[in-house]
């Protein structure tokens, strides 16, 4: 039987460590049978060893999404390996330590603005730097945090998702004319890098203990990856705009 994304050509940013919700998508998206390449930040040769890996090869591009020069040679490089793209995985966020942790009233500007230049305008500035090869039917799919309430501890990271998930809805409204979808996956907590990195992160992750219909694993970045791939199928293919939690079922219920 064949896969759910035989035949396509996806570029997925966000391999880091075997922890990245992007290392399961990536995964995910091979054993589908898609043909992957993978972006890099901080350096290639941390995702190329992460990425060996994987159950087959996948070329690694240095890309730092703050890095214009970076975002204007990508399209090129993309080009020459896969000839197009069906669809884009944005697994990218980012916020200084003083933007984080319960520091929300006295995070200065530069800090907020590094938080939504990485973590929300580069939705658009890396679609867009890869828009010319884009076939119809491409999808774009991103990962959030569900940035409709204020969380413990997420603090500057929670206007830059709900920045995020406006200007997807806003990809969706531009992009839809040319069979272009551009989704998110809302996913519960995953203790990767980048969730290390928010400190008291613990106590944030532990809402889902008390009060997620159903049991979460924080160390399972999988079934968010299976979600960024039913996206990024043909199996959506008039859902654009759209938010689909993976988050256990926390996001229906009150108490
Ligand atoms: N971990 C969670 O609890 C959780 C929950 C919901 C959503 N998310 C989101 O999932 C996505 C992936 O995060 P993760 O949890 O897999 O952590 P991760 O640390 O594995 O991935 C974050 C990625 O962002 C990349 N990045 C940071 N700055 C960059 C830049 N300037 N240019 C390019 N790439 C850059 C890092 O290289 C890293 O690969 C993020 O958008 C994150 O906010 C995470």
Redesign the pocket.
């Known amino acids: 039987m064949s896969g759910i994304l035989e035949g396509k050509r996806i570029l997925i940013?966000?391999?880091?460590?075997e922890?990245?919700?992007?290392?399961h998508a990536a995964k995910l998206a091979q054993e589908q049978g898609a043909e992957v390449i993978l972006?890099?930040?901080?350096r290639p040769t941390l995702?190329e060893r992460i990425a060996k890996k994987l159950p087959k090869p996948a070329k690694v591009l240095e890309?730092?999404?703050?890095?214009q020069e970076h975002l204007d040679r990508i399209a090129g490089l993309v080009k020459a390996e896969l000839g197009g793209l069906d669809g884009i995985v944005?697994?990218?966020?980012?916020a200084p330590q003083d933007a984080l942790g319960g520091n929300f009233l006295n995070t200065p500007f530069e800090s907020v603005a590094t938080a939504m230049h990485?973590?929300a305008f580069?939705l658009k500035s890396l679609t867009m730097s890869l828009r010319e090869l884009l076939a119809p039917g491409s999808a774009v799919v991103?990962?959030?945090?569900d940035a409709q309430f204020a969380w413990p501890q997420y603090d500057w990271?929670g206007p830059a998702?709900a920045a995020?998930e406006a200007t997807s809805r806003y990809m969706a409204r531009d992009l839809g004319k040319d069979d272009i979808r551009c989704n998110l996956?809302?996913?519960?907590?995953?203790?990767?890098?980048?969730?290390k990195?928010i400190p008291g992160?613990a106590e944030l992750?532990d809402v889902w203990n008390h009060r997620s219909p159903m049991e979460w694993n924080?160390a399972d970045?999988e079934p968010?990856g299976k979600g960024v791939v039913a996206l990024l199928s043909d199996w959506f293919p008039k859902t654009t705009g759209e938010i689909i939690h993976v988050d256990g079922g926390l996001h229906a219920v009150g108490a």
């Open positions: 940013t966000g391999v880091l460590m922890s990245s919700i992007a290392f972006t890099a930040f901080p995702t890309l730092d999404v703050t890095n944005h697994s990218i966020g980012f990485v973590s580069s991103g990962l959030t945090f990271m998702k995020l996956i809302s996913a519960g907590p995953i203790g990767s890098m980048a969730a990195s992160f992750a924080m970045p968010a």
